[in-house]
């Protein structure tokens, strides 16, 4: 159709699955685009001189190129130019908040809603690996030199892809028995299911990334033994220390952290042991989730799905202001969970085990330093809304093991490691990124600073 194919082909997202269906089951909820549709959507884009949704991207992906590529069916070229720059791009594709990156970036915006860029870039992988494509390698030349990578999460595959392609044995530990980080135990099915993930670490084994799971650094092996092992180390842990509300009755039987209640279900849905977090069902519950963050949507919809009477979900700011994606917040509102925007827990109540929560009515107020509206209570608004389990998600503060001090792992006054600008922390063969670096964040950032990391490993390595 060609350059303005965008004022006849209106954007179109791919079909997804009916509420009532999809509150059923823990399985992904939008369809793959099929060959036409991906190539009337990838027509759209106006191919702009400076394309603006490409300095959006996290990691920079070539977009109108690929979705040139779409056009032409020239989908095995399209898969190789996507994978050049992202490490994980069929699943940034699916959980990448696009609205506040790459498709809120596009010029069509201006009265024609965005290109569908993160539903294009599924379909590229998805249908390319589906004809055969398997990544290709430039000619490798081994360099002889070896890193280890803690944490097979976004931000270590990241950066184990670009050390394998540039010759240098990427070995990654994890504590966990599966590939993946919070995309793997966090993140759940239905945003992410977990055979796209087991496909991709597949992909990276082959290419020449080495796993060793189930071993937790600083318990099974030592960080000392790597650094003899190898001649560099990459920390990407991200963060694990679930913020608190500080409220009375936070600890009440009833009351859940976050994680621990979705890694637990995801957990029980692979058949894995769930010893450290045990599976806690909602069916037949009325549950409130505290929070208004990505984390806070999938513990409605996971709750939903599990059978839950009812899903309120309080937010202390008003839905302009949530932090999680809007794409999200409605499908949780079309599966059939409650919002109750402007409101802040005081107090979980209940004798032996919650019985509900005590709310204040907000109104935002002044601009903080980062500029967002601060909310401030409404005098007399105090409510109890009942509850049988309350789920709390008020985001991640970092995680620092122990033993980074002997080390000389300098962190900042949030507990974030510090590094330089090649991602070098204060031990020079030590390296850092992703959640552990920049704060609990996005797939897409992790990937990226994963990636920009290994170049400073190759260059302090001179590779
Ligand atoms: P992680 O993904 O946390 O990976 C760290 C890995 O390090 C883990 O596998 C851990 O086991 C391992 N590890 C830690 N310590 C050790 C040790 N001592 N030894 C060995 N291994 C260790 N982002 C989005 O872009 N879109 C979303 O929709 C989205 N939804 C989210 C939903 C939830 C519930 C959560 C919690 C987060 C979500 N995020 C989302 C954020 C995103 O998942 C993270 O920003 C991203 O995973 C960070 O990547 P990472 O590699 O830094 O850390
Ligand atoms: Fe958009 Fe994320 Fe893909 Fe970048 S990685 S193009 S931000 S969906």
Known sequence: M?????????????????????????????????????????????????????????????????LQLIVEDRIHEAADLSNRTNTLPEICGRVCPQDRLCEGACTLNTGFQAVTIGALERFI??????????????????????????????????????????????????????????????????????????RRAALLEEMGVKFVLNTEVGRDVLLEDLLKEYDA???????????????????????????????????????????????????????????????????????????????????????????????????????????????????????????GVRMVETRLGEPDARGRCRPEVVPGSEEIIPADAVIIAFGFDPSPAPWFADFGIELDERGRVKTNEQFQTSNARIFAGGDMHRGSDLVVTAVDEGRRAAEGILEYLEV
């Open 2 to 66: 060609g350059d303005f194919a965008f004022v006849q082909t209106p954007r179109q997202d791919p079909a997804k699955k009916p509420a009532d269906e999809r509150a059923r089951e823990f399985t992904e909820i939008y369809a793959k685009f099929d060959m036409e549709a991906a190539k009337l959507q990838a027509d759209r884009c106006l191919n702009c001189g400076n394309p603006y949704c490409e300095w959006k991207c996290p990691v920079h992906n070539y977009i109108p190129n690929w």
């Open 233 to 355: 180390v990459f920390m990407g842990m991200g963060t694990y220390t679930y913020k608190q509300g500080g409220f009375p009755g936070e600890n009440l039987p009833g009351v859940y952290a976050a994680l621990d209640f979705l890694v637990g279900n995801v957990r029980h849905n692979l058949d894995l042991s769930q010893e450290n977090t045990p599976f806690v069902s909602m069916a037949g519950k009325r549950v409130v989730v505290l929070g208004g963050g990505d984390t806070a949507m999938d513990c409605t919809r996971t709750s939903i799905r599990q059978g839950a009477e009812s899903v309120i979900c309080a937010y202390r700011r008003d839905e302009v202001n949530m932090p999680g994606s809007r794409r999200e917040v409605s499908n949780a509102r079309e599966e059939g969970v409650q919002f109750l925007f402007n409101r802040q827990p005081v107090e979980i109540v209940g004798t032996d085990r919650v019985e």
């Open 125 to 198: 992988s998805e249908e390319a690996l589906a004809r055969g494509w398997q990544p290709t390698l430039p000619d490798i030349q081994p360099s002889g030199k070896r890193v280890a990578i803690i944490g097979a999460g976004p931000a270590g595959l990241g950066c184990a892809d670009i050390l394998n392609r540039n010759g240098v044995e990427a070995v990654v530990y994890d504590r966990y028995p599966r590939v993946g980080g919070l995309l793997t135990f966090g993140i759940p099915e239905f945003k992410l299911e977990k055979d796209v993930m087991q």
